[in-house]
């Protein structure tokens, strides 16, 4: 089973808007990592969060971490057509972190 | 992208065959992994590699080997494909695992069986 799930599968919106992105895990984890994938490409790292960082910042993107409640959010400020995409997080569980598990991901789909 | 490539980046082949993947880095990175990427199911890890010679098995190793002879080149073996190893593969790399600088994808390699 996955150890991350995202949720929303699907999302739309308008470009300007925000999109927030969620993903749950299940066991403790070292470190959760956000990947953005475009059709027909590999994966690329947006950003990292660790177990002790409560929130981050890079650019448009905010991310935050509830280790309470095992979940993290993704949120992109003012979206762009360029940001449609598929959105993946991955967790590094706690001890040896040597890999990542993968959540199913959410595809955004930002209309201009 | 930068660093890392794959071969080949698409092929079919038939049932029962042996297939080998190839995922080459110019980046020196100790670690490197294998994923299969199916729909509504994200990546799942295949095996991978925390040095030369030294490789574990991941989440659907069953049907894969691996081999990693020399830092740069991590190798997937399907020893006799089946229609379920259908799939787009994925190689990345990483300097220190999973703890602190992300992973770098190639871009994928295109598997059919029929």
């Known amino acids: 089973s996955q150890q991350g799930e995202e949720d929303p599968q699907a999302l739309s919106i308008q470009e300007g808007e925000n999109a927030t992105m969620n993903c749950s895990y299940k066991?403790?984890?070292?470190?959760l990592q956000w990947y953005r994938q475009n059709s027909g490409r590999g994966l690329v790292h947006l950003i990292l969060?660790?177990?002790?960082?409560r929130e981050k910042h890079s650019g448009r993107l905010r991310v935050t971490l509830d280790t309470s409640k095992k979940s993290s959010s993704l949120l992109i400020t003012a979206s762009r057509a360029a940001d449609t995409a598929s959105y993946f997080c991955a967790t590094a569980l706690s001890g040896s972190a040597r890999q990542l598990t993968f959540g199913s991901g959410t595809q955004l789909t930002v209309l201009p | 992208d930068a660093g890392i490539t794959q071969s080949p980046r698409h092929k079919v082949t038939e049932t029962g065959t042996p297939v080998t993947l190839r995922c080459h880095q110019t980046?020196?990175?100790?670690?490197m992994y294998w994923y299969r990427q199916d729909p509504g199911h994200g990546l799942r890890l295949i095996h991978y590699?925390?040095?030369?010679?030294?490789?574990d098995k991941g989440e659907v190793s069953d049907g894969y080997s691996v081999s990693r002879s020399k830092t740069e080149d991590f190798l997937l073996t399907l020893e006799s494909a089946t229609s379920s190893q259908t799939s787009v593969y994925f190689c990345a790399i990483s300097e220190d695992g999973a703890r602190g600088y992300g992973y770098t994808f190639g871009s994928g390699t295109r598997l059919t069986v029929v």
């Open positions: 980046e020196n990175h100790r670690y």
């Open positions: 969060i660790r177990s002790n960082e």
């Open positions: 590699s925390y040095g030369v010679k030294d490789t």
């Open positions: 066991t403790s984890i070292n470190n």
